[in-house]
């Protein structure tokens, strides 16, 4: 028995009707099948250090933040607070500990009520931002004038020739160069 193939017409309402495969669905979002995980984790560990890192120029301010970065974020025995370290560039660790009541203050702002009691500064190099300071500006470095040279000379003719003398020569010409008219 030969069997007749449908026109474009017939083949087109055949299809219409009855479906050859179920239609797919879209596979469930991740951001809601993690979303309760994600706030039960939240609610028990919290931001931690990345997110002080994110908002840190925020909490502390512009100065500070290009002098410091938190490092870790230690949670305290026996339920108490944290203890928050920060990486401090070099000689700016005394400054920053004489500060130290007023970033915890800052942090707890931020993290919430007594979350962090203790401040544990490390120094070393920051590795997360890059040094952002002003860039200093050299004086030219011409030769004096002929009178502001000879006014020099006669300020220090009173001291003996040495060490000092040519120490406060040098000074009195950076000092001299760096005045303006």
């Known amino acids: 028995m030969i069997r007749k193939l449908p026109t474009p017409a017939e083949a087109a309402r055949i299809l219409a009707e009855r479906r050859t495969k179920p239609v797919r669905r879209p596979p469930p979002l991740a951001a809601r099948a993690l979303a309760a995980t ?11 250090a990345d997110g002080l890192k994110a908002r840190w120029s925020e909490i502390v301010g512009k100065t500070l933040a290009r002098r410091t970065e938190p490092v870790r974020l230690s949670s305290g025995r026996a339920g108490g607070g944290a203890t928050l370290e920060i990486r401090v560039d070099g000689p700016v660790a005394t400054l920053i500990q004489h500060q130290a009541s007023e970033i915890l203050a800052r942090v707890n702002l931020f993290l919430g009520p007594q979350a962090v009691e203790r401040l544990r500064i490390v120094q070393g190099r920051l590795r997360g931002a890059t040094r952002s300071l002003a860039p200093v500006k050299l004086r030219p470095r011409g030769p004096l004038d002929a009178a502001k040279e ?3 000379a006669e300020s220090l003719s009173g ?9 406060l020569a040098r000074l009195g010409r950076e000092v001299m160069r760096g005045e303006r008219p």
């Not at 039960?40 to 931690?48: F, I, P, R, T, V």
């Not at 001291?159 to 120490?167: Q, T």
């Open 159 to 167: 001291l003996p020739d040495g060490r000092l003398k040519s120490a």
């Open 150 to 152: 000879q006014a020099l």
């Open 38 to 48: 994600l706030r039960a984790l939240d609610a028990k560990y919290g931001q931690g």
